[in-house]
C-alpha cells in the first residue's frame, strides 16, 4: 500500500505477505474493506484453507481500514486478533469484508468475515488496532 501525490492510497501493494498469499483489494474505506483470497496456495497439508491463511487475510482488511481511519500521520497496529473457523474451502476465491466496530482516536476494531464462493460463512474475525503517531 502506497500514498499517492494525491493523499489516495495505491491498494495494488498491500505488503509482501499478502502479495505472496494472492490478496487483492477491491474497496477500501475506513468504515469498510472488502477483499479477496485464493485458497489454492493458501492450504493446510489436508488441502483445505489454511486458518492461518483466514487470519492473514483479516487482519490485512481491518489493518487497512483502521489505517485509513488513522489519518494522516498516523498509523494502525494490530494489538489482538481472534477467529472462528465456521467450515472448510478446498478452492476458488475467499472473499472477506472487514466492517468497522468502533473507530475511535486510539483504538479501532473490525468484525471480519470471510465467505466462499457459494456466499457460506466459513470464518469470523475479530481485529484490535492501537491507532499512533508515526514516528
Known amino acids: 500500500m502506497t500514498d499517492t501525490s494525491d493523499g489516495d492510497f495505491d491498494f495494488s501493494n498491500v505488503g509482501p ?20 483470497m485464493p485458497v489454492d496456495g493458501n492450504t493446510q497439508p489436508f488441502g483445505l484453507l489454511h486458518g492461518g491463511a483466514s487470519l492473514v487475510l483479516a487482519e490485512t482488511l481491518g489493518s487497512l481500514g483502521a489505517h485509513l481511519a488513522a489519518g494522516a500521520g498516523r498509523t494502525a497496529v494490530g494489538i489482538e486478533i481472534s477467529g472462528s473457523h465456521h467450515r472448510g474451502a478446498r478452492g476458488g476465491l475467499v472473499t472477506g469484508v472487514a466492517t468497522a466496530i468502533s473507530l ?10 470471510l465467505t466462499d464462493e457459494a456466499g457460506k460463512k466459513i470464518c469470523t474475525s475479530r481485529l484490535t488496532c492501537l491507532l499512533r503517531d508515526l514516528a
Open 17 to 36: 505477505l499478502a502479495e505472496r498469499m494472492g490478496i487483492k483489494i477491491l474497496e477500501a474505506t475506513p468504515e469498510r474493506v472488502v477483499g479477496t
Open 104 to 113: 475511535g482516536k486510539t483504538l479501532a476494531s473490525f468484525e471480519i468475515v
